[in-house]
């Protein structure tokens, strides 16, 4: 039953990608609200959001499906599946593990753009989105996603205290 779940909230990622896209824009736009006094916009149904608005180059992220931390949760939803497969009794420690990796996911898609936002502001739109994007934050997005596995696993197999 927990297998089927699990599977089944994998396909609900998958199908609902966009609505999920849709989410991560909104709280991109509230953390951004909290460190910005320029002026946030964000436009759920292009999946955008907007900063710097009352500044000299106001801009705009929109995040694609490449963008959007929805596809790096499948691997956490496979390996808590392989793993229950093998251990069902470890099933709530599992689920455990993976809520908090999950967390840490959303998180550090989080990060990159406020890395991406970051740069912009600092470097201007063309130098500040290449480093932002393409190098900085893709680096931000492999190391966190590594981050949340190795998380996943010792949560899920380390032993009590005694």
């Not at 970051?118 to 966190?144: A, I, P, R």
Request: proline share 3%; with cysteine.
């Amino acid at each position: 039953m927990a297998l089927s779940a699990l599977a089944a909230a994998g396909v609900v990622v998958v199908l609902a990608e966009r609505f999920y896209r849709e989410l991560e824009v909104r709280l991109a736009g509230a953390i951004l609200d909290l460190f910005t006094t320029s002026g946030v916009y964000v436009a759920p149904d292009r999946e955008s959001v907007y900063f710097g608005l009352t500044s000299a180059a106001p801009f705009g992220l929109r995040m694609t499906p490449e963008c959007s931390s929805a596809f790096l949760l499948l691997p956490l939803f496979v390996v808590t599946m392989v793993m229950m497969y093998f251990r069902p009794s470890n099933a709530r420690r599992l689920f455990f593990s993976l809520g908090i990796s999950a967390v840490v996911v959303v998180l550090v898609n989080q990060l990159r753009i406020l890395t991406i936002v970051g740069l912009v502001h600092w470097f201007g739109t063309d130098e500040g989105y290449y480093w932002g994007h393409t190098l900085l934050g893709s680096m931000v997005s492999v190391f966190g996603g590594a981050v949340s596995i190795v998380l996943f696993v010792w949560l899920a197999t380390r032993k009590k205290n005694a």
